[in-house]
């Protein structure tokens, strides 16, 4: 059970008053049951179960490839491990882009069928007409403006947005646009710190960055960055609070070198059998 187990759940409502008090909002992702309990148990507000499962955790090389069914078993686990962050579940691409109807069924299943609190979709342009069709199902959205990964080939790769003037403008004007359709956040990924502080002060609703500086409402980072979990090179705005990748390494490798010396199992490892019962079975054994 979790630290958080009794407290009851967060609502959107005290998200926007964190923002009006000054008082940050923490985010992370995560995907599995394990992973929501930790969560949880840190006090965090939101829980992200992010398209980036693709790559962290079943291996894609993008987060186009992943699936409705496949996200929806992920954020059904990470359900299960909750009680009092906001569940936000990130709709894929493919699952919302080309109609209303279509965005709206799609975050029904997110809701229905994984106990969502929220939906994600991203960019602006026609996703503010699939947000507006969501809100007026009656399922709160979060928007995502800046770098989003399920349009990283049209934005030329990983890489920060809104460095120009007129590239930050349309930043802030899908964010903007985004609020009026609805959302009730706001992700801002990888663009400068200015262009976010002039965001936060033109927005009603939280922002949430994440490579956007210290002037967000709030922050987000992926689980297996923040941890150490993920190989390889992080990106610029990644902060390592712990090294779990060789630290588990380390662990399954002394497993390893246990099991081939003999070490390991030892009996206190083992189960015993009453030397009478022994006995009795090599007794058995041999009437065969």
């Known amino acids: ?41 840190a006090g965090v507000d939101l829980v992200l179960v992010g398209d980036s499962a693709a790559m962290t955790v079943l291996g894609y090389d993008s987060t186009v490839p992943v699936t409705v069914d496949e996200m929806l078993m992920l954020t059904r686990a990470v359900r299960r491990g909750l009680s009092r962050p906001l569940l936000v579940g ?23 069928e994984a106990g969502c609190d929220l939906v994600k979709v991203e960019r602006g342009g026609s996703t ?17 403006v800046g ?6 080939t049209a934005l030329g790769g990983y890489r920060a947005q ?16 985004l609020q009026e359709a609805g959302c009730s956040l706001i992700v801002v990924e990888a663009v400068p710190s200015q262009v976010t502080s002039l965001l936060v002060e033109r927005l009603r609703i939280p922002v949430i960055g994440i490579g956007a500086g210290a002037d967000a409402d709030g922050q987000v980072l992926v689980w297996h960055d923040l941890l150490g979990i993920y190989d390889g090179p992080a990106a610029k705005f990644v902060k390592r ?10 662990g399954v490798r002394a497993y390893a070198d246990e099991v081939r010396s ?10 015993g059998m009453p030397a009478d019962e022994v006995a009795k079975l090599r007794e058995l054994l041999a009437g065969e």
């Open 162 to 177: 809104g460095r120009t003037a007129e590239a930050a403008k349309t930043v802030i004007d899908d964010a903007l646009a």
């Open 90 to 112: 990130d709709l894929p691409f493919g699952s919302y882009e080309a109609s209303d109807s279509l965005a709206v069924q799609t975050a029904q299943r997110f809701v229905k």
């Open 147 to 152: 770098l989003t990964p399920q349009s990283v």
């Open 1 to 41: 059970m979790s630290a958080h187990g009794s407290a009851r759940a967060l609502t959107i409502g005290e998200l926007a008053a964190k923002k009006d008090a000054g008082e940050p909002i923490v985010m992370v992702t995560a995907y599995d049951h394990p992973s929501a309990q930790i969560a949880d148990e």
């Open 241 to 250: 609070y712990a090294d779990v990748r060789s630290v588990s390494v380390a």
């Open 262 to 271: 003999g070490a390991y199992p030892a009996a206190e490892h083992g189960y």
């Open 128 to 144: 503010v007409d699939r947000v507006r069709a969501i809100v007026a199902a009656g399922i709160p959205v979060v928007g995502h």
